[in-house]
């Protein structure tokens, strides 16, 4: 039976894996590409009024990795020609959303064959304990058949907990791409709104 230990490291390494990819994704919709939006943009749309460009690339910069501040640095950058700046806001978007995109196959993948990956363990484990060959375990009646039902029952519950896992993370997630979503469109309406200088 000791040579059934790397399947427990399977398991292991699948629920590590989903662990840090949903850590990961969570520090980069949490903490990296967030922003305080409403002030922001209150701000921002007071420089624009003012035209005041060099105080807006400022307080862009200032915010910087955070999305908003991201979009605004690339439609200010072009600010000088309006069809540049819609040019550069709809790239800088399609960048964004690749970004946002990043991990979430990862994640829900690693959820989707979490749970049959777990079950062919336990078949495996299943099939090696009620083996003929068993060695000093065929000395106590029932204790091989007994540790590889445990076994068993220990895949199954381990892929459960990481397609549980995977599940839970990506519905926590989404929430938070749906709210970077409305940051990102408010902020494209504003910069679209003003970004066409005065002649």
Not at 127 to 144: C, E, I, M, P, T
Not at 149 to 165: D, K, N, W
């Amino acid at each position: 039976m000791r040579q059934l230990t790397w399947l427990f490291g399977l398991q292991a390494t699948l629920w590590l894996a989903a662990f840090a990819l949903i850590l990961w994704r969570a520090r980069l919709v949490l903490v990296t590409a967030s922003a305080d939006r409403p002030a922001f943009l209150a701000a921002l749309r007071v420089l624009l009024e003012q035209r005041d460009l060099p105080a807006a690339q400022t307080l862009a910069s200032s915010l910087q990795p955070a999305w908003v501040a991201h979009l605004s640095c690339a439609a200010l950058a072009a600010w000088s020609e309006p069809a540049a700046v819609r040019s550069a806001i709809e790239e800088s978007i399609a960048e964004l959303e690749l970004d946002l995109s990043r991990y979430v196959f990862a994640i829900r993948t690693l959820g989707r064959i979490a749970s049959p990956i777990a079950f062919v363990c336990a078949i495996a484990q299943m099939s090696l304990g009620f083996r003929k060959d068993l060695g000093l375990l065929a000395l106590q009646r029932g204790l091989a058949e007994s540790i590889a039902i445990e076994r068993a029952i220990l895949c199954v519950v381990a892929g459960v907990a990481t397609s549980l896992l995977c599940r839970a993370g990506a519905a926590l997630l989404h929430k938070h791409e749906r709210a970077l979503h409305g940051d990102i469109a408010a902020t494209a309406e504003l910069l679209l709104h003003w970004g066409a200088p005065e002649a």
